[in-house]
C-alpha cells in the first residue's frame, strides 16, 4: 500500500506553512504584498519551469500570456459583470486555447527560433495591448476585487493566502506529472527527439500539451494580479516581465521544480533590497543577475540539493 | 515466406554526391537479414530512409505490401518499424530502466491530465514497471536496471537500445552496427539474444554490422552494398564464396 | 508620389542601421552560434559615447568617429572575454541567450547612470542644407550612412574573401571542429567576431543619432529589429541579413506613413513570426542552404 503522504509533498506543505506563516507574522502589509507579487510569480513561473526543464523547450513571450490572463479577466468582470472566480478562469482558459494558435506552429521550432518566435509573440501581445487595450498605454483601473459569494478578498493577507494557496495546489500536481512516465517523456525530449520519433511518439502534441499548461498557469497568476491591485497599465505586460521569469527559473535552478518558487522569491525581492541604491539599481540588478548565472550556473537549488537529495524529490 | 520489406530502387544524394545508386533489397518475414559493405556505403543511410529519418531522391519503401515512402518517421513505428541507432541515441539523464518505460509509454499512450492528477500512483506505471523489466531481462540488463542509462559501457547502451526497440513490438527491427564496441563474448551473447527475439517473438531483422563472424553465424541472408550499390546478396555460404565480394570487401576485414 | 519617396527614404535609412545590427547579429551567430541580444545596446552606446567625445570633449568628428568605434569594440570584447568565453564550453543556449540579456541589463544600468535617461544629439557628419530628390527630402547624413554600410560591404568583401583572418572565420563558421583541427584558434576568432559586431553596432549608433537623436534605453527594441532583419534575410547569410535589414526598415517606413504609425514596431514582430514559422531560412536563402549550415 502505497503512502499518498511522500517526503516530496510534505516538503512542499512545510515550505507552504512557512511563507503563511512569515506573512502573518511580519504584520508589514508591504512585506506581504512583495511575497503576493512573489507567489504569483513562482506560479508563473512554475509553468515555465515545466516547458523548460521538464519539456526542455523555451519561451520569451509569457508576458503575452500574462498580459491576456490579466486583462481578459478584468474585461470579463468589468463589461460582462461576469463574477470574478468565473472571469478568472475564462480568462486562463481562453488564453491558453489562444496559446495553441502560437504552440502548434512555434514548436516545430528549436532554439533559438523558438525562442525569438515567442519573443516576437510577447512583444505583439504587449503593443497590441498598448495600442488597444483600454485606456491605451495609460491602462484603466476600477477593476473588481475577488469574492466568492459573500466573502470579498481586501486584505493583503487574503490575496497572500490565495495565490500561495493555488501555488501549493500546482506545484503538487506539477510534481505528479514530473515524477510520471509522462514526465519521463518530457525529459526525453532533451536527449534524443530522433528516439522518441522512432519510437512512434507524436512529439508536437507532447510539446503543445505542456505549452498550454505553461500558458494557464501563467495567464491565471495575470488574472489574479488584475483582482489584486486593481488596476492594469500595459507596462506590466512588456518583454521585461519575460526575461525576469526567465530569470528565476534559470537562478532557481532548472533542473528542479523548486527552481520556480526559490527564483521567484530571489527575484522578486531583489529589486526591492536595491531600491535604496537609487541610480545604481539597474546597473546592480543587472551585474547580479550577470554574475548569477555566470556563476550559479545550476541554479540557487544545487547547493541545497546536494544536501537534501533524500526530501526533495524532482 | 512473405516480403515484409521491401527497397525498391533507392537513389539519395546529399549535395552532389550521390550516396544510393539504385538500391534493391527484400527482407523476408521472420529472417535475420544482414546489410554488410564498407564505411561510407551508404547503410545508415538505407536504414535512414527505410525508418523515415530520411527521404530518398527517387524509389519507394514498401512494408506489408503497402507503399510507405511519404510515412512519417512516428507513424511508421506504429506500423512495425523499430530501430537501434549507430551514435547512441539512448534518453540521458533517465534510468536503463525508465528509457524501456518510455518506450512502453509510446506504445499505448494517455493523457497528460491522468499524470497531473495521479503521478506515479496511475495503475498503468506499475504495468509498464514490470513489463519494462522483463524485456531488460531479456537482453540482460535487469541487474542494471536503476542505473543511469548514459553511465553504461557503450555495449550495454546498444542492448538498451534494443531493449527499447523491442518496448513497442516491432515486426521488424533495424539495427545499426549492434556489435561495435563489444568484445567478443558480448557479441557471443548478442548474437544468441537476437537469434531468440527472431525465433520466439518472429521479429525480424535487419542489421548493418562490421563484425564478419557474427553477421555469417546468424544471418539467413547477407546483402553486400558497395559505395550505394548492390554488389551481392545471397546467404552467408554463398557470399562467403562470391568472387566479387572477397576481392572488393571481405579481404580487407579481419 | 513624392511622399512614397520620403518613405522609402527614411525607410532606407534606418533600414541601413538594422542592416548593421543585422550583420552585428551574424557574424556572433556564424562563429558561435550564440544570440547576441545585447547587440542593440551597443547602438545606444555608440550614440552616446560619440556625444561625449563630441561635445563634451570637443575632439575633432573623425577622431571622436574612430575613438567611438573603438570603445564600441572593446566594450563587447569585455563582455565576450568575462561573460561569454567561460561559459561557452556549456553548450546550453539558453543560458547562453540569458547573458547576453542579463549584460544588456547591465550596460544600459551603466548607460543610465553616466548619461541619464535624456535624449542626446549632435551635429552630422557635414553640415548644409537637405537635397531634393525627386520631390523628396534628402538629409545629408542620410548619404554618409549609405556611404558608410557600402564601406562596410566592401570590407566585409575583402576581409572573408581576401584576408587570410577573414577566410579563417569563415572557415570556422562553417565547420568549427574541422577548422581547430586545422590549427584555426576558434577562441580568437569567436573574440574577432564579437569584436566586429561592437564595431558595426557601434556605427550605427553613430551615424543615427544625428537624425533621431539616442536615449539609454533603446536597446531592446533595437535589438528585436536587427533580430527581425537578420531572420528575414535569412540567418547565415551576411548579404542576406542586410538586405532582411534594408527590406525591414523599408516596409517599417512604408507601413508608418501609409497605415498607422503606432502599429508600425508590430509589424515589425508580426512579419518576425510569420517568417519564422513558414520560412525560418529567410526570404534571401534556400532550406537547404541554412541546413547546410547547420542552423
Known amino acids: ?314 | 515466406m512473405d516480403i515484409l520489406l521491401e527497397v525498391k530502387e533507392i537513389y539519395k544524394s546529399f549535395g552532389g554526391h550521390e550516396v544510393l545508386k539504385g538500391v534493391n533489397l527484400k527482407v523476408r518475414e521472420g529472417t535475420i537479414h544482414a546489410l554488410i559493405g564498407p564505411n561510407g556505403a551508404g547503410k545508415t543511410t538505407l536504414l535512414n530512409i527505410i525508418n523515415g529519418l530520411e527521404s530518398p531522391n527517387r524509389g519507394k519503401i514498401l512494408f506489408q505490401g503497402k507503399e510507405i515512402t511519404s510515412t512519417p518517421v512516428e507513424k511508421r513505428a506504429k506500423l512495425g518499424l523499430a530501430r537501434t541507432f549507430q551514435l547512441l541515441e539512448i534518453f540521458s539523464g533517465l534510468s536503463v530502466l525508465e528509457n524501456v518505460m518510455v518506450a512502453l509509454y509510446a506504445q499505448r499512450p494517455w493523457g497528460m491530465w491522468k499524470s497531473l492528477i495521479l503521478g506515479d500512483l496511475n495503475k498503468r506505471e506499475k504495468e509498464i514497471k514490470e513489463e519494462a523489466e522483463r524485456y531488460l531481462e531479456e537482453v540482460n540488463l535487469l541487474h542494471r536496471a536503476k542505473e543511469e542509462a548514459q553511465n553504461l559501457p557503450a555495449g550495454e547502451q546498444k542492448l538498451l537500445e534494443i531493449a527499447r526497440a523491442l518496448a513497442i513490438n516491432p515486426k521488424i527491427l533495424l539495427l545499426d552496427e549492434p556489435a561495435a564496441g563489444l568484445n567478443n563474448r558480448e557479441t557471443q551473447l548478442l548474437g544468441e539474444t537476437l537469434r531468440m527475439i527472431c525465433q520466439k517473438r518472429g521479429v525480424t531483422i535487419l542489421l548493418v554490422e562490421h563484425d564478419m563472424d557474427l553477421v555469417m553465424r546468424i544471418s539467413n541472408f547477407i546483402t553486400v552494398l558497395n559505395f550505394g550499390e548492390i554488389l551481392a546478396e545471397g546467404t552467408p555460404l554463398e557470399i562467403q564464396k562470391n568472387p566479387q565480394v572477397i576481392k572488393a570487401y571481405l579481404g580487407e576485414e579481419t | 508620389m513624392e511622399l512614397f519617396f520620403q518613405f522609402l527614404l527614411s525607410g532606407i535609412t534606418v533600414g541601413a542601421i538594422y542592416a548593421l545590427i543585422a550583420l552585428g547579429f551574424n557574424i556572433v551567430y556564424n562563429t558561435t552560434s550564440i544570440l547576441n541580444l545585447a547587440q542593440g545596446e551597443f547602438v545606444v552606446l555608440g550614440g552616446l559615447v560619440m556625444w561625449y567625445f563630441l561635445e563634451k570633449l570637443h575632439l575633432p568628428y573623425g577622431l571622436a568617429f574612430i575613438s567611438t568605434l573603438l570603445i564600441s569594440g572593446l566594450i563587447s570584447l569585455i563582455m565576450e572575454r568575462l561573460t561569454i568565453r567561460p561559459l561557452i564550453k556549456e553548450a546550453d543556449p539558453i543560458l547562453l541567450i540569458l547573458i547576453t540579456i542579463a549584460f544588456s541589463i547591465l550596460l544600459r544600468g551603466i548607460l543610465m547612470f553616466l548619461f541619464g535617461k535624456d535624449p542626446y544629439g549632435y551635429p552630422p557628419i557635414s553640415e548644409g542644407a537637405p537635397l531634393l530628390i525627386m520631390g523628396a527630402v534628402l538629409q545629408r547624413q542620410i548619404i554618409w550612412i549609405l556611404v558608410f554600410v557600402l564601406l562596410t560591404m566592401l570590407f566585409l568583401y575583402l576581409f572573408f574573401n581576401q584576408t587570410m583572418l577573414g577566410r579563417a572565420m569563415k572557415a570556422c563558421a562553417l565547420a568549427r571542429d574541422a577548422a581547430t583541427l586545422m590549427g584555426i584558434k576558434t577562441s580568437q576568432m569567436v573574440m574577432l567576431s564579437f569584436l566586429l559586431s561592437g564595431l558595426f553596432a557601434g556605427l550605427g549608433g553613430i551615424l543615427i543619432t544625428p537624425i533621431t537623436l539616442m536615449e539609454y534605453d533603446r536597446g531592446p527594441l533595437l535589438t528585436i529589429k536587427g533580430f527581425t532583419a537578420a531572420v528575414l534575410g535569412g540567418l547565415g547569410s551576411n548579404w542576406g541579413v542586410m538586405a532582411g535589414g534594408f527590406l525591414l526598415g523599408i516596409l517599417e517606413s512604408l507601413m508608418a506613413g501609409y497605415i498607422h504609425s503606432g502599429l508600425k514596431d508590430a509589424l515589425a514582430l508580426f512579419l518576425l513570426l510569420l517568417i519564422l514559422l513558414f520560412k525560418p531560412a529567410g526570404l534571401f536563402q534556400s532550406a537547404e542552404q541554412a541546413r547546410l549550415r547547420k542552423l
Open chain 1, 1 to 314: 500500500m502505497k503512502l499518498i503522504l511522500k517526503n516530496s509533498y510534505l516538503s512542499v506543505l512545510l515550505f507552504y506553512l512557512l511563507i503563511i506563516l512569515s506573512g502573518f507574522l511580519k504584520s508589514d502589509p508591504y512585506f506581504v504584498t512583495i511575497l503576493i507579487f512573489a507567489g504569483l510569480n513562482a506560479l508563473s513561473a512554475l509553468g515555465l519551469s515545466l516547458l523548460m526543464g521538464l519539456a526542455g523547450q523555451i519561451s520569451l513571450g509569457q508576458n503575452g500570456f500574462y498580459g491576456l490572463g490579466a486583462y481578459l479577466s478584468a474585461l470579463f468582470a468589468l463589461n460582462l459583470n461576469l463574477p470574478v472566480p468565473v472571469a478568472l478562469l475564462l480568462a486562463s482558459i481562453l488564453t491558453s486555447i489562444l496559446s495553441l494558435f502560437l504552440a502548434v506552429p512555434a514548436l516545430r521550432l528549436k532554439g533559438h527560433y523558438l525562442a525569438v518566435a515567442t519573443l516576437g509573440f510577447g512583444e505583439i501581445v504587449y503593443l497590441l495591448l498598448n495600442e488597444w487595450g483600454p485606456g491605451g498605454p495609460s491602462g484603466f483601473g476600477n477593476i473588481p476585487k475577488l469574492s466568492l459569494g459573500s466573502l470579498t478578498f481586501e486584505s493583503p493577507l487574503s490575496y497572500l493566502f490565495l495565490v500561495w494557496t493555488l501555488f501549493l495546489i500546482a506545484f503538487l500536481l506539477a510534481q505528479n506529472l514530473a515524477n510520471s512516465t509522462y514526465g519521463r517523456t518530457l525529459r526525453a525530449l532533451h536527449s534524443s527527439e530522433t528516439a522518441l520519433r522512432t519510437l512512434g511518439v507524436n512529439l508536437v502534441s507532447l510539446k503543445v500539451k505542456i505549452f498550454f499548461l505553461s500558458a494557464f498557469l501563467t495567464a491565471l497568476s495575470g488574472a489574479i494580479y488584475a483582482h489584486f491591485v486593481t488596476f492594469l497599465s500595459p507596462a506590466t505586460f512588456s518583454i521585461f516581465y519575460s526575461v525576469l521569469l526567465l530569470m528565476m527559473v534559470m537562478l532557481g535552478g532548472i533542473h528542479s521544480l523548486w527552481g520556480a518558487p526559490l527564483g521567484a522569491l530571489f527575484v522578486t525581492f531583489l529589486p526591492e533590497t536595491l531600491r535604496p541604491f537609487k541610480e545604481y539599481d539597474i546597473l546592480l540588478y543587472g551585474l547580479i543577475l550577470t554574475l548569477g548565472l555566470i556563476f550559479l550556473r545550476k541554479g540557487l537549488l544545487y547547493p541545497l540539493q546536494k544536501g537534501l537529495k533524500k526530501w526533495i524529490s524532482f
